[in-house]
C-alpha cells in the first residue's frame, strides 16, 4: 500500500489534473468519499449537530464541498460551517465550493457560535497536506476549539491539521507520511489513476501485501519443504536469546532449526530444537537454507572475524542481530555483497552500523540499504524496512508491549523462519516477519497487558495474527 508525502500527493494530483481530470472534480470525489464513511458510522447523519472547520486552500474547498453534500442529502437539524478566513483569501476551487454553499443557502460565518458546544460531528478541513509548520492563528485557535468539543466525534479530511484529536481520518488517494501515529485512517478514491503512484517509494505494510505468507501449505508438504535455519549466538550467561529464537523459528514454521552456541555447557530447552556442534559448524553447516547469528552472541575479537567471514562468505539468507550487528559495526561500502542479507538494527545498533548520528528513520534506513545492498529493518515505534532500490515500508503493528528484552530474538527467528519457506518472496517474508511480530504485541497487550507481557510468551499469538492475515 503506497504511502505518500504531501509534496508528493501534490505532485500525483497535478498530474492528474494535466491529465484531463479538472480538480473540481476531484474535489467532489472527495467530498463524496468523506460523505460515504460519515454515512457508515455516524448515521443518521439526519440527527447529527454538524460543524465543518473549513480553511481557504483546497482542503477547505474538500469541506465546504461536505457541507453541501450534508445539506443535500441528510438535512441535518444543525449544519454550521465556520471559516478560518475571509472569501478573499481563498483558492480558486475554495471560493468555487463557497459560492454554492451560499447558493444553496447554507449557513457560514468566522464566528463561534453559541451553540457550538452542542455539536455532535465536527469536521476538520482546515489545512490536510498544505501544512508547513506549527499551525498558527486563527488555525490555531480552531484546533483548540475543535479538540474542546465536550459531545463531538473529530473527523479528519485527508490529514488531520496540527493535533487535532481525529476519531476517523479519511485520507484520499493513499496513506500520507505523517498519518502513521494517528488512529483510525480510511483511504477514500478519488478517481486518480494508479499509475501516478508508481514513482513513490514509501509504502504502508497491509494484510494484502503478505499474501504469499498467507497462502494455505500444500497437503503433501512435509518438514523438508519448509527448510532447515541454522542460528549462532547462546554465549554464556546469555542462553536466553538463542532459545527465545529457535523456538520463534519453530512457531513460524521453519522445517528445522539448529542452534549453535560457543558455550559447551548450551542446551535447547525445547525438544523440538535440535543442537548443533560449535567445533564442527563449518560442516554442520552445510545444506542450511538459512542462518541467524547474533541473538546472546557477545563481542570479541573472534567473533568479530567469525561474523565477518560469515557476511561475505554465507551463500544464502542471512539474518542478523544483537552483537551480530556491534561485531559488524561500522558498515562501509566494502561490505558490499550479492547474497541476500537481512539487518535488524535497534537505533542504538543502527548508529553504530552508519558511524553517526541518526537522522530521518526513513532515509538512514535507506541510505544502509543501499550502502551495503542489504535489507534493513530499523526496530522501534513505526518498524521501516527498507531495500536497497529505495523502496521503504513503515509497519503500522507494534506495542509497548514489546519493550522487553527478548522481543528482538523473537523477530530474528520469526524472519528467518519465513525466509526459509518462502525463497521465491523474501520482501513479502521480511515485512511479514516484522508485521505478524508487531501485531503480536498487540494481541499480547489487548488479551493481558502490555506492562505484563512477555518476550517468551508472544508467538502464543502467532496463530491469532497468521488467522487475520489469511
Known sequence: MKLLSGAEMRTVETAAIEAGIPSVVLMENAAYGVLHELEKRYSPLSAQRIAVFCGRGNNGGDGLAVARLLHVHHSPPSLTV??????EEMTADCATQLRMIEALGIPYTMQLPLDLP???????????IGQNGPPRDPIASLI????????????????PTGSVRADLTVTFTAHKSDQVEIGEVVVAPIGIPARFLETAKLNLTAPADLAPIASPRARDSHKGSFGHVALLGGS?????ALQLAGEACLRAGAGLA?????????????PDLMLGNWMSMAR???????????????TSP???????GFYQHWPAALVLDADALNNLAPLTEGHRTSFPRVLTPHPGEMRRLLGRDLGDRVEDARSLAALVNCTVALKGQRTVVAFPDGQAWINPTGSPALAKGGSGDVLTGLIAALLSQHPAHPQQAVLAGVYLHGRCGELAASHGHEMTSLASRLCDHLPEALH???
Not at 554464556?236 to 536466553?240: F, L, P, R, T, Y
Not at 539448529?258 to 525445547?270: G, K
Not at 554442520?284 to 557477545?298: F, H, M, N, R, Y
Open 82 to 87: 465556520i471559516l478560518a478566513f475571509e472569501a
Open 144 to 159: 483548540e476549539v475543535i479538540n474542546k468539543l465536550p459531545l463531538a466525534k473529530r473527523v479528519a479530511v485527508d490529514v
Open 302 to 308: 573472534e567473533m568479530r572475524d567469525l561474523v565477518a
Open 468 to 470: 487475520e492475515l489469511g
Open 236 to 240: 554464556a550467561g546469555k542462553h536466553g
Open 118 to 128: 452542542a455539536t455532535t460531528l465536527a469536521i476538520d478541513a482546515l489545512l490536510g
Open 258 to 270: 539448529t542452534l549453535f552456541s560457543p558455550d559447551a555447557e548450551f542446551r535447547p530447552q525445547l
Open 284 to 298: 554442520d553447516l552445510e545444506g542450511k537454507s538459512v542462518l541467524a547469528i547474533g541473538p546472546g552472541l557477545g
